[in-house]
T-cell receptor, first 111, second 112 residues
Framework: RKEVEQDPGPFNVPEGATVAFNCTYSNSASQSFFWYRQDCRKEPKLLMSVYSSGNEDGRFTAQLNRASQYISLLIRDSKLSDSATYLCVVDFTGGSYIPTFGRGTSLIVHP | NAGVTQTPKFQVLKTGQSMTLQCAQDMNHNSMYWYRQDPGMGLRLIYYSASEGTTDKGEVPNGYNVSRLNKREFSLRLESAAPSQTSVYFC???????????FGPGTRLLVL
């Protein structure tokens, strides 16, 4: 079983919609959590870190549920430019230098 | 700051040829990484260097070697390229455990 799992999608939504992605992780010792965005044929870029209390950045909200071992990303008022693949990343405890990436969730926002 | 830079951007090789992919970062990061990404697959770690002077195998190290030349530079070498190594290669760096990872723009490699 992969350590970090995501629904690959694609999620196909109209402009203005609200969409949410979940990501589950298997290692309960996980310490740090991130969402990255990857555009087609480009490098992954940090979208936002995920904090225990949850955090928001404009239209994007990230939440962490340690009891159920998942993180979520909510995108409100979707824009065409939000179309991308969203990667969930988990860093485990113990001074691990190797972040674990999910395979990504594809989002397509259409007019 | 340029961040993480990679050269070349594109490369075509014939089976059996060798080449070195270069990566450099100017953020004074301790850890550096090489990944490959194939269509429909996630990022797979080839090798990483937790700090200057150390290197370790990742998930898919066969057919590759690495050198952490100094704190800034981390190169990936293909000694005898195979078609299965056709992929997009990303270099990344981060300051330390649980810090944000930053990626280079990638090298697109085609092995014929």
């Amino acid at each position: 079983r992969k350590e970090v799992e995501q629904d690959p999608g694609p999620f196909n939504v109209p402009e203005g919609a609200t969409v949410a992605f979940n990501c589950t992780y298997s290692n309960s010792a996980s310490q740090s959590f991130f969402w990255y965005r990857q555009d087609c044929r480009k490098e992954p870029k940090l979208l936002m870190s995920v904090y225990s209390s949850g955090n928001e950045d404009g239209r994007f909200t990230a939440q962490l549920n340690r009891a159920s071992q998942y993180i979520s990303l909510l995108i409100r008022d979707s824009k065409l430019s939000d179309s991308a693949t969203y990667l969930c990343v988990v860093d485990f405890t113990g001074g691990s230098y190797i972040p674990t990436f999910g395979r990504g969730t594809s989002l397509i926002v259409h007019p | 700051n340029a961040g993480v830079t990679q050269t070349p951007k594109f490369q075509v090789l014939k089976t059996g040829q060798s080449m070195t992919l270069q990566c450099a970062q100017d953020m004074n990061h301790n850890s550096m990484y090489w990944y490959r990404q194939d269509p429909g697959m996630g990022l797979r770690l080839i090798y990483y260097s937790a700090s200057e002077g150390t290197t370790d195998k990742g998930e898919v190290p066969n057919g590759y070697n690495v050198s952490r030349l100094n704190k800034r530079e981390f190169s990936l070498r293909l000694e005898s390229a195979a078609p299965s190594q056709t992929s997009v290669y990303f270099c990344a760096s981060k300051a330390g455990p649980q810090e944000t990872q930053y990626f280079g723009p990638g090298t697109r490699l085609l092995v014929l």
